[in-house]
DNA sequence: TATTGTTATACTCTATAACTATA
DNA sequence: TATAGTTATAGAGTATAACAATA
């Protein structure tokens, strides 16, 4: 490719799979924020943080892994820890290596608490959007996002400022 | 209604499909925002008034029909129409038909500040998702995500039809 | 009586910056 | 000095409920 000029259009396909992505993106999360809210009094996020740790060898994991995936702030994080370690969710430990680090582990209450949201979780994401495609089309939404999350997990992002991991050295 | 057996679980491509959602959702807000907040001062929610309102004919709409696109209860519409109306980039007016409907037009003002911040969102899109796959998986999650919303759009409830749908919950 | 939109209010969440302690 | 995590703080955003005006 030559013509590296930052392209200030999208076509039409690109456009209107740009506006349906964030519609989708909006409505499931509408969604399911209401679902969790309803059947778990958890917020997405932190149904992610307990999901997150569920799928964990031993359902532990650092601090800073955790806000990496969830994409929130360290200083948010701590704040959805310390929630979710007062309602018994989840417990923090020290880290066997690192002296400094945290570990954020699953309590028996919150792998419960897992497995009482995960079903109606599941049951309204087919609902909202499986059952409304078939099986190849599944297939082909999991294999373009996947390709398009592993890209942005490797694009560093395009400002100076980079708040999400390092902290920046730049004053 | 429910004429088959509930299943509560996801098989793997589904699994896949669900988390990339998620993520790439995440990621692309995030990134998007940064911009969004940089370039112009707008958070993603007032740009998707003003593009909704740039897309409308004669650049207006009603205030119910913002409420439902961009997904926002009515009184949080309320508050950004307030914002962007106090910024000179819309503005309020009554509505022909019905004595009890504002009308939400953009400004000349709007319009610019669009124009100001649109080519460089779409460059961020490009650089984010599009650059990172074909075109033709363009047109697959295009036409996969086209189906979910139009399904989405069928299902939930709108924003002023009904107070909320407070009792849904299976059981 | 239902609907449109606003207001008052309370709450959740998030990020920035300063701080402690370990590497 | 850099990194891990916490704290203090401040601000943005959202929803709920009550309300006014119109249908």
Redesign the interface.
């Given at each position: 490719m030559s013509g590296s000029e930052?392209?200030?259009?999208?076509d039409a396909?690109?456009l209107?799979?740009?506006f349906?992505?964030?519609?989708?993106?909006?409505?499931?999360?509408?969604?399911v924020e209401q679902q969790l809210r309803?059947?778990g009094d958890l917020s997405h996020v932190q149904f992610?943080l307990l999901a997150t740790l569920g799928d964990a060898p031993g359902g532990s994991r650092r601090m800073t892994e955790l806000a990496d995936g969830?994409?929130i702030s360290r200083s948010g994080l701590t704040y959805q820890v310390g929630l979710l370690e007062r309602s018994g969710l989840l417990a923090r430990g020290q880290a066997a290596d690192d002296e400094r680090g945290v570990m954020v582990t699953l309590t028996d209450a919150g792998r419960s608490k897992l497995g009482a949201v995960?079903?109606?979780h599941?049951?309204l994401?087919?609902?909202?959007?499986?059952?409304?495609?078939g099986?190849h089309?599944?297939?082909?939404?999991?294999?373009?996002?996947?390709?398009?999350?592993?890209?942005?997990?490797s694009?560093p992002?395009?400002?100076a400022t980079s708040r999400r991991r390092r902290s920046a050295s730049v004053d």
């Open positions: 930052p392209s200030t259009t999208l396909s690109e209107a799979a740009y349906a992505l964030i519609e989708v993106g909006n409505l499931v999360r509408h969604a309803d059947a992610q969830v994409v995960f079903p109606g599941v049951a994401l087919r609902e909202l959007v499986f059952d409304a495609i099986p089309d599944v297939e082909d939404l999991g294999r373009v996002l996947g390709v398009v999350r592993d890209h942005l997990r694009v992002p395009r400002s």
